[in-house]
């Protein structure tokens, strides 16, 4: 298989691309994934200073968008997270108790939990990213079948809780980015 060529089809010209070593593909693609986690930490953060900013503003109509931000935060911390410590992330806002479990699993057996992140932080993100996933849709819509607003369903206490949540998500990922990135420059290049 090494020894086939790589070909490439361009408008109906075929292209023969070049051949590079494992090590070199490897570091590209763990670049790559890092780069990815960081643009999603960095979209995390965003979400969540915009719902503090909201939040701030101090309304009671501004809550649903304040709830809707931070569990976009979340969502979004978490699958750097999975990024980050070598795992796939699914595309639905809701990890589901399957996937939960899965990621748990090699997680746990991929990552050295003895230094960064402690295993009580990554528990409390993935568990943070299932239990707002709950509220994606109402925070946006309400409780449709009762004819209820997401602006009548949502008060200042929940409002905080997921600002105080979304926080936190913000500082796990952040945490476990520094510590990705860490790794990856101490990482000797193989020959």
Not at 27 to 50: D, H
Not at 95 to 100: H, I, Q
Not at 149 to 156: D, P, Q, S, T, V
Request: charged share 30%; glycine share 4%; hydrophobic share 35%.
């Amino acid at each position: 298989m090494a020894d086939r060529p790589n070909y490439h089809c361009t408008k109906l010209t075929f292209v023969q691309l070049p051949q590079f070593p494992a090590r070199l593909y490897n570091i590209t693609v763990e670049k790559m994934v890092f780069e990815q986690a960081e643009q999603l930490i960095n979209r995390a953060g965003a979400r969540f200073y915009m719902a503090r900013d909201t939040l701030a503003k101090g309304s009671s109509s501004y809550y649903p968008e304040v709830i809707s931000a931070c569990i976009d935060s979340i969502e979004l911390a978490t699958k750097a997270v999975a990024l980050c410590l070598g795992g796939e992330y699914p595309e639905a806002h809701d990890f589901g108790t399957k996937k939960y479990e899965e990621l748990l699993g090699r997680l746990r057996d991929a990552w050295p939990f003895e230094h960064y992140p402690p295993r009580r932080d990554l528990a409390r993100l993935l568990n943070y990213n299932s239990f707002w996933a709950t509220f994606y849709a109402r925070s946006k819509y309400g409780f449709e079948v009762l004819r209820v607003g997401a602006g009548e369903l949502f008060e200042k206490p929940e409002t905080q809780m997921a600002l105080n949540h979304a926080e936190e998500c913000n500082r796990i990922a952040r945490a476990v980015l520094e510590r990705r990135r860490k790794t990856l420059r101490e990482k000797p290049e193989t020959k």
